[in-house]
Structures are given as C-alpha cells and as structure tokens.
C-alpha cells in the first residue's frame, strides 16, 4: 500500500456496506467532522482517535437517511469487535488523562451532529 506507514502491512478490508449518498453529500460531512469533531486538536489515543472517526463517518454515510430520527439507534453490523477494543478497554478503565468524560467520542451523537440532525454543544 503506498500510503501505509513504513513496516506496515495491510491485513485486510472490510466492507461495512453502501451509501447511495452523492460525492458532494460525502465531501459535506467529512468536512462537518472535521470542522467541528475530529479537529486537529482533538484528537485522543484512547477517547478521540481514527477508529472512533471511520465509526463516525460510517454510521453518518450509512444510516443518513434515519439520523433525523431520534429514536432510531444506529448499528454497524459489519464492523468488527477488534477495532478500538484497546481505547474502549482503557476508556472503561478512566484513561482519560486528567480531562472530562466530553472528551470521550460518542459516535452515534456525533454521526447525527455531521449530518445537520443534531447541533453540537
């Protein structure tokens, strides 16, 4: 893989599913969670990190069309158990390096924040 890191090795992909949702639409809430989410500066290794962001953005381009549903609770079936179980493990544990539970990602909250169904606080 030409953008993986030297001495890494690609194990495998995983397809979580499809989105029917228009380039635009896409490049729309990659942006929302960068601009307002996944900032550069808040990034955490067990609270905030790129597994908690590829669960985000999957929940937002999968279940788009129900976020605005408050009562719906979106899942990702396909999203293996493995990923973020370490930052799951040490967030359960209150590794949270002397900051606030806020700081701990919620994806659901934050997938129905990019998509325009929720502001963020």
């Known amino acids: 893989d030409r953008?993986?890191?030297t001495?890494?090795?690609?194990?495998e992909s995983i397809t979580?599913?499809?989105?029917t949702l228009s380039q635009s639409k896409i490049n729309e809430i990659v942006n929302k969670l960068r601009d307002t989410t996944f900032t550069?500066?808040?990034y955490h290794l067990m609270n905030r990190n790129c597994n908690h962001f590829t669960t985000t953005l999957a929940m937002a381009l999968l279940?788009?069309?129900q976020m605005t549903d408050p009562?719906?609770?979106p899942t990702l079936d396909k999203?293996?158990?493995w990923v973020?179980?370490?930052?799951r493990t040490g967030t359960g544990l209150g590794c949270l390096n002397g900051e606030g539970v806020d700081v701990i990602c919620n994806p659901e909250r934050e997938a129905r924040v990019a998509v325009g169904a929720e502001e963020r606080d």
């Open 3 to 5: 953008y993986a890191p």
């Open 40 to 42: 550069p500066t808040s």
């Open 84 to 87: 973020n179980r370490l930052a």
């Open 71 to 73: 009562q719906y609770r």
């Open 79 to 81: 999203y293996p158990a």
């Open 63 to 65: 279940h788009y069309d």
């Open 16 to 19: 979580l599913g499809s989105t």
């Open 7 to 11: 001495n890494a090795r690609h194990q």
